[in-house]
Nanobody, 127 residues
Framework: VQLQASGGGLVQAGVSRRLSCAASGFTFADYAIGWFRQVPGKEREEVACITSSGTSTIQLDTVQGRFAISNDNHKATVYLEMNSLKPEDTAVYYC?????????????????????WGQGTLVTVSS
C-alpha cells in the first residue's frame, strides 16, 4: 500500500489550496482515506475522511465550512480542498488509509483504524 500526498507549500492567509493523495497497491473494495495534520510538539489531528463509496465527514471543528474532502476513484486520488486558510492551519498534512470493513459502522471515522500512511506534505500559511 502506498500513499503519496502532494500539494503543500507556502501560501498567504485567505487563499485556497488543494492537497492530493494518490493511493496505490491495494484492491480492497471497502476502504477509507483520511487526512490528518500535525504541528511539531502537538498531537495529530484528524481533519477529514472519506470512504470508497464516497461517504465523507469533516472531523475537525476548526475547519468546518472551510475544508472539503472528495475522491476520484478513477484516479485513485483523494483531495482535500482547503479554503480561507489561516495561519493556524499550518501543519504537515498526512493522508492515510484504513482497509475495511471493520466490525462497527463508524470505523472509518476512527483515526486509530488507519494503518497505512503517506509521507506528509507541509502547508505553511503566512499572515
Amino acid at each position: 500500500v502506498q500513499l503519496q500526498a502532494s500539494g503543500g507549500g507556502l501560501v498567504q492567509a485567505g487563499v485556497s489550496r488543494r492537497l492530493s493523495c494518490a493511493a496505490s497497491g491495494f484492491t480492497f473494495a471497502d476502504y477509507a482515506i483520511g487526512w490528518f495534520r500535525q504541528v511539531p510538539g502537538k498531537e495529530r489531528e484528524e481533519v477529514a475522511c472519506i470512504t470508497s463509496s464516497g461517504t465523507s465527514t469533516i472531523q475537525l471543528d476548526t475547519v468546518q465550512g472551510r475544508f472539503a474532502i472528495s475522491n476520484d476513484n478513477h484516479k485513485a486520488t483523494v483531495y482535500l480542498e482547503m479554503n480561507s486558510l489561516k495561519p493556524e492551519d499550518t501543519a504537515v498534512y498526512y493522508c492515510a488509509t484504513a482497509l475495511g470493513p471493520r466490525y462497527y459502522s463508524t470505523w472509518w471515522q476512527n483515526g486509530n483504524e488507519y494503518d497505512y500512511w503517506g509521507q506528509g506534505t507541509l502547508v505553511t500559511v503566512s499572515s
